[in-house]
């Protein structure tokens, strides 16, 4: 106890740029990756999956397989039977919403390409993968239905027996909830004397690629069976096993340890993770199963895919009336565990940062027999923003107006806010205008709009666009009420363990489950601030359900907004439970301590403790109050109140080869509103490589059938990833609207670069050939469909289904 | 990805290679650098019983000069190729392709030699040593033959070499003071080329006096561009000088058509990138 508190002023953690303190394990690789677990006795998986996309399993014979050298056993879906438990949809998006049976291991019929019809489990990985070669399937093709439109026809069903591909309808009608006018009214006005816009979009497939492939280990010889995956959701997964496999959810242990990634891909429930658990209880033994690439792109949940009809209704000068969207999006084989949720959580975003009369979101859901299609990075949010910013574009154009100014006739002031949308959703702060203004000055926009002009006029063979994407995002998932209204499986709350050690070292537990966020890092700044306690003297602990028993884990960038008020909420908890034992040992009134940085003080003296050596005095417990519990942990759980609404103006400035249709970057300036920032070197992260990904979807990535469904897209040889070489340096910057719904003053960020860039660069491209009668481009924009388009012949037909032929070389040497 | 299982083995000259090639025949593979052929074998789209490692042969690695050529060991890597002080003064178009291929880390492990044996059309290397007129040495239980580029590349994945023998290095004829420029059209930068043109030229005072021209993924084969060089003769050393020869790009191609592009439009890049390719070797 001393007397005088002569430590040097505490600066403040939050705000400050920390280097990760996760990052040396991760980057180094020296870290427990799923697939670096080994355990005494463990056996090895592998799988046989179907090459065909809709057939009936005739025969399996596994006799050669199961003789091969160091096979413990081989598996069907027979002999799983009903242990193998079943593949669980959370998100039925409406009471009838049809929904096939999702059994890891199909037993009668597979439905896409790289089902899994057996598992080989082997002494080794090598001899599994040898010995899964072995196993002879006899498979009845059936039709597949392969194409979304047509799969919306039902004259071919991805399930025979359910009658329907189409899973369900799904409505918000701004008329209806009472939000807005009704749509078709506002449409007819626009029609009369007004602007009608009219036009299809297409969100190519796309695969989330994360770095590490799933990977998960069972253990079925402790009093709780252990399961490590690579997941971005260990406590819905055991959630889910218990509900569908039998086991009671107390003798369930899932550990996500280092996860390389997920991007929404880890936001799932797998066969492989089924099946393996099925399998290690049968034998009693530990196993594992790693998938490889090719694997994971075949099997590991797909994104996007929708198509959208949209008809946008404005006035002469250009005020949108109103929106009327009509979805179909393709779910694949299967409803993942948000399944029609996704293209569902769209729904309050088309309306983006715009004040419209009326508005109407129709939603269908179907299935195909392709693989199956769930949330990655911005589920939902990225089309809808997509087509929003799209058409604001075309109706500048259509009116002849800046389309900078057409954006600003119809946004949301910023002294308008709190605003109720059409949508029905409370947007709480904003400030379009400031966020507009800065990006515009970074970007140099008059002057890049007068080189566009002067490269118009001379006929430039490199012509310069300029793409507009003034976003908004509702992430932070989520309020449990909402969620509960729209029969969502679970809520939406974080919850939070501070536990104070006798050494003065904290450990924080998150039910938050970092796969690469920087919590460890950015949790740590949040609770070294709010305790008093020095950053490095703070440990997250996560992932782990037996450490972190209770929690919703990471995806819909809720971590910070949601996970991070948890920890506010526990850390607010120690420090009142220790002022009572503060002031015992004080000698105080406890009315009379003040607690700042890190520091219980008696008001009006130099008398005062730190919060450690109550922690260390409540170890002892040698002497605390009367009628005191001799302990200061805590824990909290936090449901949010609201969404938060992080915002940005996005400019993107592409040049177009108008001989070759090649598309480059010339210069990408963003500044996003995203309330307080924690750790503004971890919001860089999270921006650049959002939008390295949007991007990507615009410029690069798709996902491609062949005509008998299979993924000719199928290695990174033809599904292009980008790397540094083919991006440019991005110019990022921030305006600050905090939050009100949450103490922090934060909004979501891992998600936003995402959500905003795709239509930015589309936008740009467009700008740039929008003089040769062009005002669409499919994506993703390949230099052959912009060639094509200057050629005359439209915005780009379906991707040609064959790869390039590099590895199937039979006669090459060396 | 786990290739099926295979034996493994390294001989350290030539003579051992050839008689490793002669026992396990049809059943064997041989790797130089392992750039193409161990994505096959980890993707089990082909399982050799047996893979003929010739990286520890050293006298197949290595520059060296000889007279009018400059000769280049099969399995020196990209990455010595295109740091060679004697490759950059003879044959620059080798060097600014070998520049182009994938990225740095394969440019380290892949071969000269095993790029050009592997006879991948979209390969970067097939369309610079067939404009160059490469020499291809070739050895086999028959002694050694010489093998002109223009005899060399047969088929797609398919060249001159038997199936028991090796190509033990390749002889570029020197082309001293020769512009060079290789145009590569990717849409991400570790692709294979979508179209790619090797173009090496003389010039004179803003002429061009004579000009090589080899073009990558415009049919089963690298192809040389015979119409676009003889055009070529006589032509300004400038985009507009050569945009008329570079119109006879596309004549004898037969490009494929896959997600990258259609053969009409692999067509169209032909010229436009020709163009280019000419106008840049020629500092126009």
Sequence with gaps: MTAVDDRPAISPEIGKDRRRKEDQRLITGRTRWTDNIALPGMLHLAMVRSPHAHAKILSIDIEAADKSLNIYEVFTGEHLAETQGVIANAWPITPDQVTPTHLPMATERVA?????????????????????????????????????????????????????????????????????????????????????????????????????PRSVVVDPTGEQITMWSATQIPHITRFLLAATTGVPESKIRVIAPDVGGGFGGKLQTTPEEWITWAVARKIGKPCKYTETRSESLISAHHGRDPW???????????????????????????????????????????????????????????????????????????????????????????????????????????????????????????????????????????????????????????????????????????????????????????????????????????????????????????????????????????????????????????????????????????????????????????????????????????QGMGIGEVALA???????????????????????????????????????????????????????????????????????????????????????????????????????????????????????SPSTSNTLGTKGVGEAGTIASTPAVVNAIVDAIRQFGINDIQMPCTPERVWTALQGAGSGAATVEDAMPHFEAEEGQQ | MIPAPFEYVAPTSVEEALQALSEHGDDAKVMAGGQSLLPVLRMRLNAPEWVIDLGRIDSMRGIRDDGDAIVIGATTTHHDVLNDALVKEHALLITKAATEVADAQIRHRGTFGGALAHADPAGDLGAPALALGAEFVIVGPGGTRTVAADDFFVDLFETAIGEDELLTEVRIPKHTGWGAHYEKFV???????????????????????????????????PLRAGGVEEALAGAAASEDGVREAAEKAVDGTNPPSDLNGSAEYRKHLAKVLTRRAVAAAAGG
């Design chain 1, 112 to 212: 896409f390409a790289g089902e899994i019809v057996a598992v080989v489990v082997a002494r080794s990985a090598a001899e599994a993968r040898d010995a899964a070669e072995l196993v002879d399937v006899e498979y009845e093709l059936l039709p597949a239905v392969l194409d979304l439109k047509e799969a919306a026809e039902d004259t071919v069903l991805a399930h025979p027996d359910l009658g329907t591909n189409k899973t369900a309808f799904w409505q918000l009608d701004s008329a209806g909830q009472g939000t807005g006018r009704p749509i078709d009214e506002v449409i007819a006005e626009a029609r009369a004397d007004g602007i009608v816009i009219e036009r299809e979009y297409r969100q190519q497939r796309l695969i989330p690629a994360f770095m590490e």
């Design chain 1, 308 to 606: 959208q009809k949209l008809t946008l209704a404005a006035t002469k000068e250009g005020r949108v009336t109103g929106l009327k969207v009509d979805l179909l999006a393709d779910l694949g084989a299967y409803v993942g565990v948000v399944g029609g949720g996704v293209p569902v959580l769209g729904a309050w975003m088309f309306n983006a940062i715009y004040k419209w009369d009326a508005y109407q979101f129709n939603c269908t859901p179907v299935l195909t027999n392709k693989t199956w299609v769930d949330a990655y990075r911005g589920a939902g949010r990225p089309e809808a923003t997509y087509a929003v910013e799209r058409l604001m574009d075309e109706l500048a154009a259509e009116v002849g107006k800046d389309p900078l100014e057409v954006r600003e006739m119809n946004w949301i002031k910023h002294e308008e806010f709190p605003f109720t949308t059409v949508a029905g959703m409370t947007y709480d702060s904003g400030n379009y205008e400031a966020a507009t203004a800065r990006a515009k000055e970074m970007f140099g926009y008059d002057a890049l709009r007068a080189e566009q002009k002067q490269r118009r006029e001379s006929g430039d063979r490199v012509q310069l666009g300029i793409g507009i994407s003034t976003f908004t995002e509702m992430c932070g998932l989520a309020p449990s009420r909402v969620l509960g209204s729209l029969n969502y499986g679970a809520g939406g709350w974080e919850h939070a363990t501070i536990r104070m050690l006798p050494t003065g070292k904290v450990e924080v537990i998150t039910g938050a489950s970092a796969h690469g966020q920087g919590h460890e890092t950015a949790f740590s700044q949040i609770v070294a601030d709010r305790l008093g306690v020095p950053f490095e003297d703070v440990e997250i602990l996560h992932g782990d359900t037996q450490v972190s028993h209770k929690g919703l884990d990471t995806y819909g960038s809720r971590s910070l907004v949601v996970g991070g008020e948890a920890l506010v909420l526990a850390a607010d908890k120690v420090i009142e439970k220790a002022k009572p034992l503060a002031a015992h040992l004080l000698e105080a009134n406890v009315d009379d301590l003040e607690f700042s940085n890190g520091r219980y003080s008696v008001a009006g003296t130099d």
């Design chain 1, 618 to 736: 409540t170890f002892a417990a040698h002497n605390y109050p009367e009628g005191m519990e001799p302990g200061i942990d805590a824990e909290a759980t936090y449901d949010p109140v609201n969404f938060s609404f992080p915002h940005g103006t996005h400019l993107c400035a592409a040049e177009v080869d108008t001989e070759t249709g090649q598309v480059k970057l010339r210069k990408y300036v963003c500044v996003d509103d995203i309330g307080n920032i924690v750790n503004p070197l971890i919001v860089a992260g999270q921006v650049h490589g959002g939008l390295v990904q949007g991007i990507a979807q615009a410029l690069w990535e798709e996902a491609v059938y062949d005509d008998s469904g299979t993924l000719v897209s199928g290695s990174f040889v033809d599904y292009l990833l980008p790397t540094a070489a083919d991006t440019i340096s991005f110019e990022i910057d921030h305006t600050t």
């Design chain 2, 187 to 221: 849409r991400v930068a570790h692709q294979w080329p979508i179209v790619a043109v090797a173009a090496t030229v003389k010039a004179d005072g803003g002429t061009i006096s004579e000009a090589r021209v080899g073009l990558t993924n415009m049919g089963s084969t």
